[in-house]
């Protein structure tokens, strides 16, 4: 019976070293596979021929006559209330000297998503001429719905309006993605008709004092992926993400604009 209740110890704990040592080689062997890919990951990105050069985010405010009621009463006009966010997103070759691997063949943004308040009734991305950038000025036909895919031309990046006002891409990198963000605070905002206003973020202020309004719920995120093809055939991507704090920052000018140049990871990733 002894002999019985040995072998089966022996046994058991010639499982269980198997076991272990079969686990300690798996385990040895993956994290080392995992180790090799994030180095091959980290390789490949060091290698990345486009970077993000810098983000310019400008904040302000306007308010735009409300076309359906334009006169409210003899005393005050309606308009709508709008906060808008432009963004310029500036793309550099690494390498100075441009060749088929740094130089851009298709362009396109896509994977959009908008996180705000659900006090404000609408907030919507478009793309925005950059001749405009800074201003109220948008084309409700400019609204990104799902994705924007770019015109890249291969040619020099002269001033030319053609080519500012259309979603267009220079191959060489000389001008920014600009876009602007939109969000609707009031559909029905009365407006004083003997009154001066400043229709910059200062309206904004005005809106506040009479009705309370939080800025906090003009606090928002919004990320998207930006896509591209270099003339190598080579894809890559860049998750863009822009956490703009409304509610914090300083509109002494009637407007904000920060100009970002120091990124955690600034390179397109090679899909």
Do not use: H, R
């Not at 686990?23 to 993956?30: Q, R």
């Amino acid at each position: 019976m002894k002999k019985v209740i040995l072998s089966f110890t022996l046994i058991i704990v010639l499982l269980i070293t198997i076991f272990i040592s079969y686990e300690f080689i798996y385990l040895t062997f993956k994290n080392k596979a995992e180790l090799e890919n994030s180095i091959s990951e980290i390789e490949k990105n060091e290698q990345s021929p486009f970077v993000i050069e810098k983000e310019a985010i400008f904040n302000s405010a306007s308010a735009k006559n409300n076309v359906e009621n334009k006169k409210f009463d003899e005393n005050n006009w309606l308009f709508t209330l709008l906060q808008y966010t432009d963004i310029a997103i500036y793309i550099k070759p690494v390498d100075k000297k441009l060749s088929e691997s740094n130089t851009v063949k298709n362009l396109s943004i896509d994977n959009i998503k908008i996180k705000t308040s659900d006090k404000l009734s609408k907030s919507n991305l478009y793309f925005l001429d950059a001749q405009n950038f800074g201003t109220d000025k948008f084309k409700e036909s400019d609204l990104i719905n799902e994705n924007l895919t770019f015109t890249v031309l291969n040619d020099k990046n002269k001033d030319n309006i053609i080519k500012s006002n259309t979603p267009v891409f220079f191959s060489d990198c000389s001008n920014p993605i600009t876009l602007k963000l939109v969000n609707v605070v009031d559909e029905n905002f009365k407006l004083a008709t003997n009154e001066m206003y400043s229709f910059n973020s200062k309206i904004l202020d005005k809106y506040k004092d009479e009705t309370n309004y939080d800025l906090s719920n003009l606090d928002y995120e919004i990320s998207f992926d930006i896509n591209l093809t270099s003339y190598s055939n080579v894809n890559y991507t860049y998750p863009v993400l822009i956490t703009n704090n409304y509610s914090k920052l300083d509109f002494e000018k009637g407007y904000n604009l920060i100009v970002k140049t120091d990124f955690t990871f600034d390179k397109f990733i090679e899909k």
